[in-house]
């Protein structure tokens, strides 16, 4: 199986006590048909276990340690100044990619050098309703004051 090629593209992961979610979100970083230049976990504070889990990451992944908690934005945007990417990719620490996003979305920045954002489908999972798939049928070209108006649009 050849291997994927690797892009200008850096992941941005906040961490903040999930360990049990974040070895399927790298899982799924590593998995893609596009790999990544980097992959910065922020570790936003955690406990000192969660800390702890994030070693096994320690040769695939950057982790920046805070040394307060700062928030999930602040931590993002802690990952951005890190970042040697020309473009960033922002991944939740229990979330999930599909194996073709950074491809497909790579694909479209090529495709549209005047876009600057993004924005793929989503699939929401809940343990207490049912699950919802948002999408739309084309890409629509939005701008960012418009895209921040719309209720969870805008999906880091």
Aim: hydrophobic content about 35%; glycine content about 4%.
């Amino acid at each position: 199986m050849p291997t994927p090629a690797t892009s200008d593209i850096s992941v941005v992961i906040p961490y903040y006590n999930r360990e049990e979610y974040i070895d399927e979100a790298i899982q799924s970083v590593l998995a893609q048909t596009l790999q990544p230049l980097e992959i910065i976990i922020v570790n936003d504070c955690s406990r000192e276990s969660s800390r702890r889990y994030l070693d096994r990451y320690a040769g695939v992944c950057t982790i920046i340690d805070l040394a307060k908690n700062i928030g999930v934005a602040a931590a993002r945007n802690e990952g951005i100044r890190r970042a040697r990417g020309q473009f960033i990719a922002f991944l939740d620490s229990d979330d999930l990619w599909v194996p073709e996003k950074l491809d497909r979305q790579r694909r479209y920045m090529d495709e549209h050098p005047r876009c600057d954002v993004v924005q793929t489908a989503t699939w929401r999972f809940y343990s207490d309703r049912p699950n919802r798939f948002d999408t739309c049928d084309q890409p629509v070209p939005l701008t960012l004051s418009w895209a921040l108006r719309l209720e969870g649009w805008v999906n880091p």
